[in-house]
């Protein structure tokens, strides 16, 4: 069906300029000034903000981990993910240990298929490296899976440093790119021996046995072998300052990283995990929220470019399942839901309190991800050819997150309460309106997209 939007304020990376916009079946059709459509349904836009479908590239759904399975599979995720105005989110298709990444990659589709309320790309989380892994890597870029992720902590997942110099290697080759989890295992292993013999097994030790120079000392020798195999990487959830210095360090000899944050980086501090009991365990995540000056630093290098994405990571348990590790920190299961809220949380306390523009926003969350994981210009921009994923944001209206309004499977928000500017008013997906007021009103429709290389 084709439909004329009128009249709304289309955001770009560039500018943001009052147009119509015409949408003919799954695409953009055309962009301009008093647009005229013969029998084709008008919605007036006029004091809306018209943004290309935005792309949260960081969400676990489904994912089996510390003996449980996230409270989203890619249902209740997705649709969280539309009514918070994402039109496509790249998911960690996981490799367990011994396991072939094609029997990974089969295992997501799985998972995704005819459950996805919007589109779906996997990056593919390598845990286990070997010749054998190797040879599947070419196949995984043909299959449209052309990021990988591999971790430097966890021990079910995590590689050595000549595995990731190997597999650095070898995606070089194919024109893969991987996003790492940084965090230096061994000190965060000490660290927890040594509390946990001195008693101090709530929540609180958390942040303590995973220290932000944790963090950096992992960016540092991620960026360090990188550079030797002279090849461009991603740093996933970066969350200190710690982090960032390390990562401009880097780029002053040359190399060339991209990097990720995250909400919860940007807004929450640790002052919550002295919260006691279940409140504090509501944010247990790796890496863990910081300072309220890492939360400046990180805007602070959204504004100034340093910072080319914002995802969620989101990967949700409930309470229930945060019990676990009640008297045993190191048991919690790790992450936060956030797939919904983080629109218009970035529009809030980023555009509206003038730490980011309206067209950075769009650069963090449409652009720079499509081109990063290949999918521009299919994805994150609205252009005529694009495919038609587009978001009506009504800018005006007033509202707070909570858990009784969202749509995750997960029984809270780390953002309860929290007073919000604007609303996710309607979303497109490739041409189809799937969202309208906050309601999934059309679900189960997404599609796998198939990537292909990073053009960022
Ligand atoms: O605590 C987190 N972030 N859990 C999700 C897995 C990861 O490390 O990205
Ligand atoms: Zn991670
Ligand atoms: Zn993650």
């Known amino acids: 069906m084709d439909i004329l ?18 949408i003919q079946g799954s695409k953009i059709k055309e962009i301009g000034r008093r647009l005229s459509a013969d029998n084709v349904p008008v919605i007036d836009c006029s004091g809306k903000l018209i943004f290309p479908g935005f792309i949260d590239a960081h969400t676990h759904f489904d994912l089996e981990v510390s003996d449980t399975v996230t409270a989203d599979d890619f249902e209740s995720g997705t649709k969280a993910a539309v009514c918070g105005g994402t039109t496509t989110i790249i998911d960690f298709a996981t490799q367990n240990k011994g396991e072939s990444l094609s029997t990974a990659l089969n295992n997501w589709h799985m998972k995704a298929f ?21 040879e599947e890597i070419n196949d995984m870029v043909e299959q449209g899976v052309t990021s990988f992720k591999a971790y430097l902590t ?15 290697s070898t995606l070089k080759k194919y024109g893969g790119i991987v996003g790492v989890h940084c965090e230096n295992h061994g000190i965060i292993t000490a660290l927890t021996k040594e509390r946990k013999d001195k008693g101090e097994l709530c929540v609180a030790t ?43 360090h880097h780029r002053k000899n040359g190399c060339k990283v991209f990097v990720e944050t995250c909400p919860q980086y940007l807004l929450l501090d640790e002052s919550r995990y002295e919260l006691k009991g279940l409140e504090g ?21 959204l504004k100034t470019g340093e910072i080319q994405t914002v995802a969620t990571d989101h990967c949700s348990f409930t309470t229930e399942q945060k019990k676990v590790g009640l008297d045993d920190f190191s048991k919690m299961p790790n992450g936060l839901p956030s797939v919904e809220s983080r629109v218009v949380l970035m529009y809030t306390y980023g555009v509206c309190k003038k730490r980011i523009t309206l067209e950075r926003m769009c650069q963090l969350m449409c652009e720079n991800p499509a081109k990063l994981y290949g999918m521009y210009p299919k994805k994150g921009t609205i252009n005529s050819g694009s495919d038609a994923d587009i978001v009506i944001y009504d800018p005006k209206c007033d509202g707070f997150i909570s858990k009784n309004t969202h749509h995750s499977a997960s029984d809270y928000t780390p953002y309860e309460g929290v007073r919000t500017k604007g609303m996710v008013e309607r979303v497109f997906v490739r041409g189809k309106e799937v969202v309208r007021n906050g309601e999934v009103i059309l679900e189960n429709k997404g599609k796998f997209v198939h990537r292909a290389k990073s053009t960022l």
Not at 16 to 22: N, R, T, W, Y
Not at 114 to 134: E, G, L, Q, T
Not at 154 to 163: G, N
């Open 5 to 22: 939007l009128r009249g709304g304020i289309v955001v770009s990376g560039k500018n943001s300029k009052k147009l119509d916009v015409l």
């Open 114 to 134: 005819s459950k996805s309320s919007c589109d779906y790309a996997f990056h593919m989380a390598i845990s286990d490296w070997n010749d054998r892994i190797k």
């Open 281 to 301: 365990a509501k944010f247990v995540c790796s890496p863990p929220i910081r300072a309220k000056e890492d939360n400046r630093e990180l805007w602070n290098a």
């Open 206 to 248: 958390h942040p303590k046995v995973r220290p932000a120079l944790c963090e950096a000392e992992a960016i540092d020798r991620l960026l360090s072998i990188a550079q030797i195999v002279d090849v461009s990487v991603v740093i996933v959830h970066l969350s200190s300052k710690e982090g960032l210095q390390m990562v401009r």
């Open 154 to 168: 966890y021990p079910a997942m995590m590689l050595s440093d000549e595995e990731l110099f190997d597999m650095l």
